[in-house]
């Protein structure tokens, strides 16, 4: 079965770094599209940024220029760079990747984030 296991979240200070990884097993990975979204407590989950299989991107506005998403194939692993932080980015992180049919959606375990001011 589809399998996304997350890592790297912590405490950080704002302005500091963080590198999510996310695992995956059970898929034909090197096809999917693989994404990162973010749910804040009392919030709605919201997509942080996307990688597709020809390797582009898309992100959230409020992370341009500060996130930078990236996959190894190899490794069936996604990569989450976060740079910069601020503390609106504390929120617990979720990987995530869709069936390919009918766009069924695969979610993490979530890796909680928090920025200090």
């Known amino acids: 079965q589809v399998q996304l296991v997350e890592s790297g979240g912590g405490l950080v200070q704002a302005g500091g770094s963080l590198r999510l990884s996310c695992a995956a097993s059970g898929i034909t990975f090197s096809i999917r599209r693989m994404a990162w979204y973010r749910q804040a407590p009392g919030k709605q989950r919201e997509l942080v940024a996307a990688?597709?299989?020809?390797?582009?991107?898309n992100y959230a506005e409020s992370v341009k220029g500060r996130f930078s998403i990236s996959r190894d194939n190899a490794r069936n692993t996604v990569f989450l760079q976060m740079n910069s932080l601020k503390p609106e980015d504390t929120a617990v992180y979720y990987c995530n990747t869709q069936r390919l049919y009918d766009y069924y959606n695969f979610w993490g375990q979530g890796t909680q984030v928090t920025v200090s001011s």
């Open positions: 990688v597709v299989r020809d390797g582009s991107t």
